[in-house]
Every structure is written in structure tokens, then in C-alpha cells.
């Protein structure tokens, strides 16, 4: 569930404090539009400005009416306030898992100015505004069409230029004809017209929901005998000499094997699903340290090198090929069939192996 927000919403609550913001960041992942990010930093430091100036008249009533003056050094306050709350924002949308914000779009002038001319929503109805919510609105359809495995839900409380006239709980029919035209499905986007609505309405029940397959999980994951014994024993049992073509596991030279998997440390359901009433299938990752051995000519031994592969030779054989050890972090991902009523796996597969710190594979 990708959640975007207009810029109106973070203006009520800048450092998206308090258990509404809370439960939309446990439901699902926060998205921002560049244009968006813009608009609330301009409007962070005007209402700083507004309040500072407050403040200053404040003082100097006070000043008027004591008799030694107090002073307030506020000479420097915006300026940095203004700097830490862009940086809150760089660091949330980091955190959030998006990286960077969306991007301005990228349609040309002559294309929005068109819009305006036709006196279609978000514009006025003279035309004469809505140039950064059109901004705003074209941004949300790129996200849903780029993450188009994902609902989209837009919370904005500018009622007068996204819903309709005649119910304020859709989508005004200029934007419908928008996300139609760009073959989104109806069924996965979602207008909300306050934080309010979508909590009460949607993220309530879908947090009820996490919550308890959290719980669920804890459950599994603390049971030694049904959960980790299984595993354990599954990775012990991995052939000794796995080919590792296919796999992304980045290591020097070609015909990658695994020899061995040790040192296993988290054991983690990344997924989990209802098979039936007797039966979850789990998705399960396993953090380890793999022996990984390889093969290359020798001559090419020297450039691995350069790229800072870290690896031992093991041997070289009278044609100059040689064989290559390198010990890595990766992580063994498996499928399992976890009986609810016996408490235990009752079949478990492999489904991948990665090496976590290749930069080069997805």
C-alpha cells in the first residue's frame, strides 16, 4: 500500500507526529512528490516567519511593561529550523524505502496550460489556478502507474478542486477520466479527503490485520522444535557441492559452487499466507555465511583482484585454471508448509540464495 500525501496534509502536522501518522507509516509506505516536498518546505518557513514575528511583538510588549528588557536571539532561528526540517524530510523519505521523492512530471507546458484553458479539475473554474495541484495530481498517477502491483491511496483536504461536486467522498469525474485514460485500475486507487477518513475507514482494520499476522509470526519464529529445528536441519542437509548458476551471488571466476552454509543467524518470515484452515505457506529468509568456490584462468586473477574481491586460492592445475574460495554473507530463502494445528513445518524447499551486498544484482 503506497500512500500519497498532499502538501495540505503535512502543513497541519509538519513532523507527522501523533498515532495517525503512526498507524499510516505501519499500514503501509508514505510517498511524497517532489512538488510536494517543495510546497511544504515554502510553507514551513512562512508560518516559522508568522510565528517568529508573533513572538518578536510578543516580546516587545513584554519589554514595554517590565522594567528590565528581555532579549530573544532569533536572528539565526529560521534559517536552521528551515534547514533541520529539510532534512527530516530527506531522512524520512530514506527510511520510508522510496529513497528519493517522486520526481517533478514531466509534461510539457503547452499540455498543462491546455488543461487549464478546458476548465478541468484540479483548475479553477475561470482557469486562473491550480497549476501546483494539477503538479501535485500528475505526480500521484506516475506513482500509480510505476508501481502498478501496488493500491495507491491519495489523502488530500482540498475538497473543492479533486472531489466531486456532488459527493465529497470521490474523485471529481475530470480525474476519474484521468487515472482511466491511464489504464490504472479504478479498484486499487482510493481518495480520501482527510487523514481522518482513511484511519477510521481503512488503516484501522488493516493495522488490526498486521498486528495480528506480527503476532502470528512471533509465534512461529519462537518455536525451536516446529520452526528452527526444521530449517536448520534443511540447510544442513543442502547438497555440498550446489551450483550456484542462476543465483545472484557475485563472486570472482565462473561455475560458482556452494560448498557449505555456517554461522546461520536470523531466521526471519518475510511473508506468510493461508493455505487452508490447517496450513500456512511461509517465505523465509535466513541470514548466513557461505564457503563459495569458483573457477578462472589464471591470468584473470589479477584483475579480480583490483576489484577488490576478497577470495583465497585454493589451487591451479597444470592448464592455469584455478580454484577460488571466497567466504561471503548470503542469505538462503525457502518455502515452507507450517501445520497450525501439529505446531511444526511439514515441508519445506529451497527457493533462492542472494548474496546481500552484490551491487550489481536485483
Same mark, same amino acid.
Given at each position: 500500500?503506497?500512500?500519497?500525501?498532499?502538501?495540505?496534509?503535512?502543513?497541519?502536522?509538519?513532523?507527522?507526529?501523533?498515532?495517525?501518522?503512526?498507524?499510516?507509516?505501519? #499500514?503501509?509506505?508514505?510517498?511524497?512528490?517532489?512538488?510536494?516536498?517543495?510546497?511544504?518546505?515554502?510553507?514551513?518557513?512562512?508560518?516559522?516567519? @508568522?510565528? #517568529?514575528?508573533?513572538?518578536?511583538?510578543?516580546?516587545?510588549?513584554?519589554?514595554?511593561?517590565?522594567?528590565?528588557? #528581555?532579549?530573544?536571539?532569533?536572528?539565526?532561528?529560521?534559517?536552521?529550523?528551515?534547514?533541520? !526540517?529539510?532534512?527530516?524530510?530527506? &531522512?524520512?523519505?530514506?527510511?520510508?524505502?522510496?529513497?528519493?521523492?517522486?520526481?517533478?512530471?514531466?509534461?510539457?507546458?503547452?499540455?498543462?496550460?491546455?488543461?487549464? $484553458?478546458?476548465?478541468?479539475?484540479?483548475?479553477?473554474?475561470?482557469?486562473?489556478?491550480?497549476?501546483?495541484?494539477?503538479?501535485?495530481?500528475?505526480?500521484?498517477?506516475?506513482?500509480?502507474?510505476? !508501481?502498478?502491483?501496488?493500491?495507491?491511496?491519495?489523502?488530500?483536504?482540498?475538497?473543492?478542486?479533486?472531489?466531486? /461536486?456532488?459527493?465529497?467522498?470521490?474523485?471529481?469525474?475530470?480525474?476519474?477520466?484521468?487515472?482511466?485514460?491511464?489504464?490504472?485500475?479504478?479498484?486499487?486507487?482510493?481518495?480520501?479527503? /482527510?487523514?481522518?477518513?482513511?484511519?477510521?475507514?481503512?488503516?484501522?482494520?488493516?493495522?488490526?490485520?498486521? @498486528?495480528?499476522?506480527?503476532?502470528?509470526?512471533?509465534?512461529?519464529?519462537?518455536?525451536?522444535?516446529?520452526? !528452527?529445528?526444521?530449517?536448520?536441519?534443511?540447510?544442513?542437509?543442502?547438497?555440498?557441492?550446489?551450483? $550456484?548458476?542462476?543465483?545472484?551471488?557475485?563472486?570472482?571466476?565462473?561455475?560458482?559452487?556452494?560448498?557449505? &552454509?555456517? *554461522?546461520?543467524?536470523?531466521?526471519?518470515?518475510? %511473508?506468510?499466507?493461508?493455505?487452508?484452515?490447517?496450513?500456512?505457506?511461509?517465505?523465509?529468509?535466513?541470514?548466513?555465511?557461505?564457503?563459495?568456490?569458483?573457477? /578462472?584462468?589464471?591470468?584473470? #586473477?589479477?584483475?579480480?583482484?583490483?576489484?577488490?574481491?576478497?577470495?583465497?586460492?585454493?589451487?591451479?592445475?597444470?592448464?592455469?585454471?584455478?580454484?577460488?574460495?571466497?567466504?561471503?554473507?548470503?542469505?538462503?530463502?525457502?518455502?515452507?508448509?507450517?501445520?497450525?494445528?501439529?505446531?511444526?513445518?511439514?515441508?519445506?524447499?529451497? *527457493?533462492?540464495?542472494? %548474496? !546481500?551486498?552484490?551491487?550489481?544484482?536485483?
Amino acid at each position: 500500500m503506497l500512500i500519497f500525501l498532499d502538501s495540505n496534509i503535512l502543513c497541519t502536522n509538519f513532523y507527522m507526529r501523533g498515532p495517525s501518522f503512526e498507524t499510516m507509516q505501519k #499500514v503501509g509506505t508514505i510517498v511524497f512528490g517532489q512538488i510536494v516536498v517543495d510546497e511544504v518546505c515554502n510553507k514551513y518557513r512562512e508560518m516559522l516567519e @508568522e510565528q #517568529v514575528q508573533k513572538l518578536k511583538r510578543g516580546v516587545n510588549d513584554l519589554n514595554r511593561m517590565i522594567s528590565s528588557s #528581555v532579549d530573544i536571539s532569533l536572528d539565526t532561528l529560521i534559517e536552521s529550523e528551515c534547514e533541520k !526540517y529539510r532534512d527530516f524530510l530527506d &531522512v524520512f523519505i530514506i527510511e520510508s524505502g522510496m529513497t528519493v521523492a517522486e520526481d517533478y512530471p514531466p509534461n510539457p507546458h503547452e499540455q498543462i496550460v491546455k488543461r487549464a $484553458l478546458q476548465r478541468k479539475k484540479p483548475f479553477k473554474a475561470d482557469g486562473s489556478t491550480g497549476y501546483r495541484d494539477y503538479l501535485v495530481w500528475l505526480t500521484c498517477l506516475d506513482v500509480a502507474q510505476l !508501481y502498478s502491483n501496488e493500491d495507491i491511496h491519495f489523502i488530500t483536504s482540498n475538497i473543492r478542486d479533486f472531489s466531486d /461536486s456532488s459527493d465529497k467522498d470521490k474523485l471529481h469525474p475530470d480525474l476519474l477520466e484521468d487515472i482511466k485514460a491511464r489504464g490504472i485500475q479504478e479498484s486499487r486507487f482510493h481518495y480520501w479527503n /482527510s487523514v481522518k477518513d482513511f484511519i477510521d475507514r481503512c488503516a484501522t482494520d488493516r493495522a488490526k490485520q498486521i @498486528e495480528e499476522r506480527e503476532r502470528i509470526v512471533s509465534e512461529i519464529e519462537g518455536n525451536k522444535e516446529g520452526f !528452527y529445528q526444521p530449517i536448520q536441519k534443511f540447510i544442513d542437509e543442502l547438497p555440498a557441492d550446489m551450483d $550456484l548458476s542462476g543465483f545472484d551471488v557475485l563472486v570472482p571466476g565462473e561455475k560458482a559452487r556452494l560448498k557449505q &552454509v555456517e *554461522d546461520l543467524s536470523e531466521f526471519n518470515i518475510d %511473508d506468510i499466507a493461508d493455505i487452508n484452515e490447517t496450513e500456512y505457506l511461509l517465505d523465509v529468509c535466513i541470514d548466513g555465511f557461505g564457503i563459495i568456490d569458483s573457477y /578462472s584462468d589464471i591470468s584473470e #586473477v589479477k584483475e579480480y583482484e583490483k576489484c577488490e574481491f576478497e577470495f583465497d586460492i585454493l589451487r591451479c592445475d597444470e592448464n592455469n585454471e584455478c580454484i577460488l574460495r571466497t567466504m561471503m554473507g548470503i542469505q538462503v530463502h525457502l518455502r515452507a508448509i507450517y501445520n497450525k494445528k501439529l505446531k511444526a513445518i511439514s515441508s519445506i524447499e529451497l *527457493d533462492y540464495i542472494d %548474496d !546481500y551486498n552484490c551491487p550489481f544484482c536485483d
